[in-house]
């Protein structure tokens, strides 16, 4: 039967449906029956609203939690913008197999970033994007104890986005560190994402042989995208 009630939230009466139940039994529990009659205290709109709020807190406090900077927090792969053939491929790659490693090669602002957010964004728990500046900086700082912890969560993230692979020359120490993170992942299997706007020969002289050689196991398809600058407009 229809029943009245008034939503707590908005102060709107609105109806429900009241099931009908037949009366307990004598020896019933008389609980039972009285949770079964509760009348609701929010009204539909508002229970949708409070679901899509708690939603929305949620994937930000995943995008917190998994270092995905604040500019990509609505990222994901329907409002990525392929205009070329090779930023398809690299769609294609990133979204259907991130799971296999995907190395993205392209000029700045063609799509790299906001694709491998996108996959971490969608990834399981305890993926991790981080920068590779970020990163280094944080391996350095780890000596003094004041690093964040990105080194050691890049070891054991089920799904890592490398970002800007590359942009500087580390001395041989953090080096070397790099190539335990990129060791320790091809040992254990799990996947990688790579951006970077530096050519194979300056990776390699930035990572050494050792570190290019799990790079190279480590990411099944690589993708040399290009595309204008988005950051442009």
């Known amino acids: 039967m229809t029943d009245h009630a008034t939503c707590r939230e908005c102060g709107e009466r609105f109806d429900f449906e009241r099931p009908e139940r037949p009366p ?28 899509q709020l708690q939603a929305v ?14 500019r990509y927090r609505d990222a994901d792969f329907d409002s990525f913008r ?4 090779t930023q398809r491929l690299a769609l294609e790659a990133v979204r259907d197999h991130a799971g296999e490693g995907v190395f993205l090669l392209g000029p700045p602002g063609c ?7 996108c996959a971490v964004l969608g990834g399981p728990d305890g993926s991790l994007f981080v920068s590779s500046t970020d990163l280094l900086d944080d391996i350095r ?12 969560r890049a070891k054991l993230a089920p799904l890592l986005a490398l970002d800007d692979l590359g942009s500087e020359n580390p001395k041989d120490w953090v080096r070397d560190r790099l190539y335990t993170l990129l060791n ?9 994402l790579v951006t970077t706007n530096c ?6 002289e930035r990572i050494g ?9 480590l990411c099944r398809r690589r993708i040399d995208m290009e595309g204008r600058d988005g950051r442009r407009g």
């Open 82 to 85: 392929a205009a070329t053939p």
């Open 209 to 217: 042989a050792a570190g290019v050689s799990r790079l190279s196991g």
């Open 184 to 192: 320790a992942r091809w040992n254990a299997n799990m996947p990688l």
């Open 24 to 51: 307990p039994a004598p020896d019933a529990d008389r609980s039972i029956f009285d949770v079964a009659r509760f009348t609701p205290t929010v009204c539909t709109a508002c229970e949708s609203t409070a679901a």
């Open 141 to 152: 700082a780890g000596f003094d104890g004041d690093g964040q912890g990105f080194f050691a």
């Open 199 to 204: 050519t194979p020969q300056v990776i390699a």
């Open 57 to 70: 807190e949620a994937r930000e406090a995943a995008r917190i939690e998994r270092n995905v900077p604040l």
């Open 111 to 117: 799509g790299k970033t906001h694709l491998v957010c």
